[in-house]
């Protein structure tokens, strides 16, 4: 059991619960299981005073687009993208939408949609910018309400729940990542997410049932 102290200190935190992440939409990014984080999710957050949430919000033709001669994961040039995607989380679309079974966005108490520009394509949801310099707001918002413990879940482990974890971390906050709200895109670079996340003094548990709150 870990215990997180009083329910006051402590947010949740929906990182990019979105259906383009799921298998309800084949032709985006599909997470094996991703489905199955709803619940936990919301358990998570029983044990929160606040709880955030965040979306991709991406443009169509970003620069960063996976296609037939550039797939997915080749690299691609400029400041704040890294490598190629397919086309996800466009606004209007269904994937653009959170996993039935959340909150509407604007129940959260804090919300960031991130990656709108065509040339920025960040993972963290605390910066827009790959060198963690142009903030969301994220990191102000929680210093206000006087939060020390953030509980993290949503899609994927790998990328941009690790990336947000991380960003928490070098923050200040303690910050505890939910294994039963989140899944991986990919077995192995889950297995190097979580050695990152643990180097960098994250907690990881099984699911919310070991967090202990006053």
């Known amino acids: 059991m870990l215990n997180l102290g009083p329910r006051t200190k402590i947010a949740a935190f929906d990182v990019d619960a979105q259906k383009c992440f799921t298998e309800l939409c084949p032709n985006e990014l599909p997470v094996p299981g991703a489905l199955d984080i709803v619940d936990e999710l919301n358990v998570q957050a029983e044990k929160a005073s ?15 687009e996976a296609t037939e001669h550039a797939p997915m994961l080749t690299p ?21 939408e959170l996993i039935d079974g959340l909150p509407a966005v604007k129940d959260y108490d804090y919300f960031v949609w991130k990656g709108v520009e065509p040339d920025m ?34 899609l994927a ?26 899944r991986g895109l990919a077995s192995e670079s889950s297995k190097a997410a979580l050695q990152e996340l643990e180097a960098a003094g994250v907690d990881v548990v099984e699911n919310a049932s070991m967090l202990l709150v006053n």
Not at 76 to 91: A, F, M, S
Not at 157 to 182: E, H, I, P
Request: hydrophobic share 40%; charged share 20%; aromatic share 8%.
């Open 76 to 96: 691609v040039e400029g400041d704040n993208v890294d490598v190629r995607w397919p086309r996800h989380g466009v606004p209007g679309t269904l994937g653009f």
């Open 121 to 154: 394509h960040p993972y963290g949801a605390c910066f827009h910018d790959l060198s963690d310099q142009l903030s969301t707001g994220v990191i102000e918002y929680l210093r206000d309400r006087e939060i020390d413990t953030v509980i993290v879940g949503g």
């Open 157 to 182: 482990l790998d990328y941009c729940v690790k990336v947000t974890a991380l960003q928490l971390v070098k923050a200040g906050f303690r910050v505890v990542v939910n294994m039963a709200a989140t």
């Open 50 to 64: 606040v709880r955030l949430g965040s979306k991709d919000s991406h443009p169509v033709d970003a620069v960063w």
